[in-house]
């Protein structure tokens, strides 16, 4: 069994509901139409009914399972106003401000149904740009209690790979940080960690990247990584967290060994933290392109409640990974 087929299994066992507010796109009905064949998730769809219907049916989508929620029409949109106002109220936020975003832009409306409890989840950002999708969350939902920061993980799954956890990675920071500073890099390394082992279901081996390992090169980059693993170790001395390591010396073994000898981690790495989203987001792509590999995400960690972003390049397959991560995502708030 494939790696997504566990994780859909996992969302079948506690099915959970999620938004999907890009109704517009193709790719998100054709996405819908596949998660409720599967029963992975119960699904709300944002926007006009008469109009999702008839897009559904021209792509030939059977979406009949499927929750429509139309902004203009709903009873709960006044409620979501009320809130929205609320909690944007010290930014300056009026009820007719809050009304028009909440009519008219279907990712704050995803968002507040999350909010209020509505929902369990949200993915999106096949159609909208990470800032977009994050900007809702990051106003509405805020951060997890304890967490520092929120940052983005791919969920990487490498065919016939010995390295890792037999091919499955956590590359992270690969979608939302430019260029942490060492207490930042720190907090993705214990977030990447924690993630790994919810979705993943083993032991996070943490490894800290650089174009360095262990001191065999001089440079402000490199340093930020060293000091970046002390703190790291001190917040999470529980994990198995080492660095600064090359990439080879991070996953090959014998390379690991003869690179950084005494090293828990070496040649042992499973979550592999990149020291900025230069490295992470060109690191995810060459394994996706050149490895064949299973790339989902951008995954978000560290929000309050799980809310996803696409890809814009992303399939409608794509699509139901995400919702089946989502969904155990949710789980685990439970």
């Known amino acids: 069994m494939g790696f997504i087929d566990v994780i859909k299994n996992r969302?079948?066992?506690?099915?959970?509901?999620?938004?999907?507010?890009?109704?517009?796109?193709?790719?998100?009905?054709?996405?819908?139409?596949?998660?409720?064949?599967?029963?992975?998730?119960k699904l709300i769809l944002i926007g006009n009914e008469e109009k999702v219907k008839k897009s559904a049916a021209e792509g030939g989508f059977d979406i009949s399972g499927a929750q429509i929620v139309d902004p203009e029409t709903s009873e709960k949109t006044q409620g979501?106003?009320?809130?929205l106002v609320e909690l944007r109220q010290k930014k300056g936020m009026t009820p007719e401000q809050a009304k028009e975003i909440l009519l008219n832009q279907y990712l704050y409306y995803g968002v507040m149904?999350?909010?209020?409890?509505?929902?369990?989840?949200?993915?999106?950002?096949?159609?909208?740009?990470t800032a977009d999708t994050l900007r809702p969350c990051l106003q509405i939902l805020k951060t997890k209690p304890g967490t520092k920061l929120v940052s983005a993980f791919f969920l990487i799954i490498v065919p016939d790979c010995e390295y890792g956890a037999k091919g499955a990675f956590v590359f992270g920071d690969s979608g939302l940080n430019q260029n942490p500073n060492p207490e930042e890099l720190a907090a993705?390394?214990?977030?990447?960690?924690?993630?790994?082992?919810l979705l993943v279901q083993e032991e996070p081996i943490v490894a800290m990247l650089s174009h360095s390992t262990k001191g065999s090169a001089k440079h402000a980059d490199v340093d930020k990584v060293v000091e970046a693993t002390k703190i790291a170790k001190e917040q999470y001395p529980e994990l198995a967290l080492d660095?600064?390591?090359?990439?080879?010396?991070?996953?090959?073994?014998?390379?690991?060994?003869?690179?950084?000898?005494?090293?828990?981690?070496?040649?042992?790495?499973?979550?592999?933290?990149?020291?900025?989203?230069?490295?992470?987001?060109i690191g995810y792509k060459l394994a996706q392109r050149l490895a064949k590999a299973e790339a989902y995400g951008p995954i978000t960690q560290g929000i309050a409640k799980?809310?996803?972003?696409?890809?814009?390049?992303?399939?409608?397959?794509?699509i139901v990974g995400v919702v089946a991560i989502t969904s155990v995502q949710c789980q685990a708030q439970d």
């Open 188 to 197: 993705i390394a214990g977030s990447s960690a924690e993630s790994f082992k």
């Open 80 to 83: 979501y106003i009320d809130k």
């Open 11 to 41: 969302a079948k066992a506690n099915v959970k509901t999620i938004v999907l507010p890009e109704t517009e796109d193709m790719r998100t009905l054709e996405a819908a139409d596949k998660v409720l064949k599967e029963g992975i998730a």
């Open 113 to 129: 149904m999350v909010k209020m409890g509505d929902a369990d989840g949200m993915v999106s950002g096949a159609c909208h740009s």
């Open 306 to 318: 799980p809310v996803n972003d696409l890809s814009r390049g992303c399939s409608a397959d794509d």
């Open 243 to 281: 660095g600064e390591f090359q990439l080879d010396a991070a996953i090959v073994p014998s390379v690991g060994a003869s690179k950084a000898p005494g090293s828990p981690v070496a040649g042992k790495a499973n979550v592999l933290i990149f020291p900025d989203l230069d490295a992470g987001n």
